[in-house]
């Protein structure tokens, strides 16, 4: 490892110790650092620096020759940073300064660990699937940014009213969800919103998708596994005239007569997994599955 980018999405002055050590770690390392534009502002800002760095700012200003992507914060700050990754290949690599955290799994108590694993070769890189997104007519709010590492979501905009999903797989119809929304989950998304509407949990290396309706209206609209081959194709019914589609994290707003194709993304992201760590244990740590007593013994 000898160039890295570092990514933070906001600064917490909680995350000061684990921003000192992991630079620290880089440093002593010989290991070149370039931290995202806005947060060295802010580190700057917070007199957390003790010397000057190399910044980056934009898709643009990275290209294959950085080992190693480190986020400070949590899933979101994930999401945030893969804007600046896309295709290049860069691996991402997540220390946890945030809550909950199936993405940044590196644990903030860990920095140093993690890091000796990794400049070991004691890891592993796991590729994720992502969604690309078109529509019909096109969407200059989409455009650039057209793919979604944990989900793309339809939902309502203006309205308390449910709207209807006209869902179509490889060109054959399955069927028009009557619900607040429809999201469709990869494998790393399924710990996310999708989970939290009852969606199932798949292992990142699935080579699956998830469609999984919100509120649905119907009782028997339940989620369904479906190849990451399919390709979708979305119409909504709505009493306003605009429905919204999220990235992620981020927003865009069309007209209803907009036609959506959701496909796998050409390109996918690496997460580094040091071999302290697993989606397993992640599980197991995250969700409580291993809170039982009487699961003590099989550990």
């Given at each position: 490892?000898?160039k890295?980018?570092v990514?933070?999405?906001s600064?917490?002055?909680?995350?000061?110790?684990?921003?000192?050590?992991?630079?620290?770690?880089l440093?002593?390392n010989?290991i070149?650092?370039?931290?995202?534009?806005?947060?060295?502002?802010l580190?700057?800002?917070g007199?957390?620096?003790d010397k000057?760095y190399?910044?980056f700012?934009?898709?643009?200003?990275?290209?294959?020759?950085?080992?190693?992507?480190f986020?400070?914060?949590?899933?979101?700050?994930?999401?945030?940073?893969?804007?600046?990754?896309r295709?290049?290949?860069?691996?991402?690599?997540?220390i946890?300064?945030g809550?909950?955290?199936f993405?940044?799994?590196i644990?903030?108590?860990?920095?140093?660990?993690?890091?000796?694993?990794?400049?070991k070769?004691?890891?592993?890189?796991?590729e994720?699937?992502?969604?690309?997104?078109?529509?019909?007519?096109?969407?200059?709010?989409i455009a650039?940014?057209?793919?979604?590492?944990?989900e793309?979501?339809?939902?309502?905009k203006n309205t308390?009213?449910?709207?209807?999903?006209?869902?179509?797989?490889?060109?054959?119809?399955?069927?028009?969800?009557?619900?607040?929304?429809?999201?469709i989950?990869?494998p790393t998304?399924?710990?996310?919103y999708?989970?939290?509407?009852n969606?199932?949990v798949?292992?990142?290396d699935?080579?699956?998708l998830?469609?999984?309706?919100?509120?649905?209206?119907?009782?028997?609209a339940?989620?369904?596994?479906?190849?990451?081959?399919t390709?979708i194709?979305l119409?909504?019914?709505s009493?306003e005239?605009?429905?919204?589609i999220?990235?992620?994290?981020?927003?865009?707003?069309?007209?209803?007569?907009?036609?959506v194709?959701?496909?796998?993304?050409p390109?996918t992201i690496k997460?580094?997994?040091?071999n302290?760590?697993?989606?397993?244990?992640?599980?197991r740590?995250?969700?409580l599955?291993?809170e039982?007593t009487?699961?003590?013994?099989?550990l």
């Amino acid at each position: 490892m000898k160039k890295v980018a570092v990514y933070g999405q906001s600064y917490s002055i909680s995350a000061e110790k684990e921003i000192k050590i992991l630079l620290a770690v880089l440093e002593q390392n010989n290991i070149d650092c370039f931290i995202e534009t806005a947060f060295y502002d802010l580190l700057i800002k917070g007199e957390i620096l003790d010397k000057k760095y190399p910044t980056f700012n934009h898709f643009n200003d990275l290209d294959n020759t950085f080992n190693v992507m480190f986020t400070l914060g949590g899933d979101g700050t994930i999401l945030r940073a893969i804007t600046y990754i896309r295709n290049l290949d860069i691996p991402v690599l997540g220390i946890n300064t945030g809550r909950l955290g199936f993405l940044a799994t590196i644990n903030k108590n860990t920095i140093k660990e993690s890091i000796a694993h990794i400049l070991k070769g004691e890891y592993t890189t796991q590729e994720r699937t992502l969604l690309a997104v078109d529509t019909a007519p096109k969407s200059s709010e989409i455009a650039d940014l057209n793919f979604a590492l944990n989900e793309i979501t339809i939902a309502r905009k203006n309205t308390t009213s449910m709207i209807g999903v006209a869902t179509h797989l490889n060109n054959e119809y399955l069927t028009n969800y009557w619900a607040d929304g429809l999201i469709i989950a990869t494998p790393t998304g399924s710990t996310g919103y999708s989970l939290s509407c009852n969606g199932p949990v798949i292992s990142p290396d699935s080579k699956n998708l998830i469609i999984t309706p919100i509120a649905p209206h119907n009782l028997n609209a339940r989620p369904m596994v479906i190849s990451d081959e399919t390709s979708i194709q979305l119409e909504v019914d709505s009493r306003e005239k605009d429905f919204l589609i999220s990235l992620d994290s981020r927003i865009a707003t069309v007209p209803q007569n907009t036609k959506v194709f959701l496909k796998k993304a050409p390109f996918t992201i690496k997460s580094i997994i040091p071999n302290n760590q697993s989606f397993l244990q992640t599980l197991r740590s995250k969700l409580l599955w291993g809170e039982d007593t009487r699961n003590e013994t099989n550990l």
